[in-house]
């Protein structure tokens, strides 16, 4: 079976709490075939730094029961390592989810390139901040050709 490129995110909320309602648009690129979320799991800390842990089964918590038709395929691969790493990384009076997601859409992308001969050489995300950059950059551009300016 091959495997898309897995990442993970970290989702923050202020205070202790979640009510799912993110989870209809992580289910909208579920269930197209986007991803596939591998492991989800919920972390809490609290004012004093101290830290919970919520394995995410949605089998018998109410807040995660709009998560649950996501989790068919959930392998649960966050080790206690990781998650505490993550953890020292929260602001207190933090709740966060974690999910660990497959691109599926790069699974026929990568089988093709497998096929071809080639190999995945580099890959690299683009942090939030420099897309709002560049996009504010083409935003200018973009109004100065407009205005026969540039």
């Known amino acids: 079976m091959t495997l898309g490129p897995l990442e993970y995110i970290v989702i923050g909320f202020d205070g202790p709490t979640f009510d799912g309602s993110i989870a209809n648009e992580l289910g909208r690129v579920v269930e197209n075939g986007t991803i596939r979320i591998v492991d989800i799991v919920g972390i809490i800390k609290d004012v004093s730094g101290d830290v919970a842990i919520i394995e995410i089964d949605a089998k018998s918590d ?48 990568k089988e093709a390139i497998a096929a071809a001969g080639g190999q995945l050489i580099a890959r690299e995300v683009i942090a939030p901040e420099i897309l709002e950059e560049v996009a504010a950059e083409l935003e200018a551009h973009t109004a100065q050709v407009e205005a026969g300016v540039a």
């Not at 953890?87 to 790069?106: I, K, N, Q």
Request: glycine residues 2%; hydrophobic residues 55%; aromatic residues 8%.
């Open 62 to 109: 109410p807040r995660f029961a709009s998560i649950a038709p996501l989790l068919k395929d959930r392998m649960g691969l966050f080790t206690p390592e990781d998650l505490a790493t993550i953890a020292v990384r929260l602001p207190e009076e933090t709740a966060a989810l974690v999910v660990l997601f497959e691109h599926r859409w790069a699974v026929h992308v």
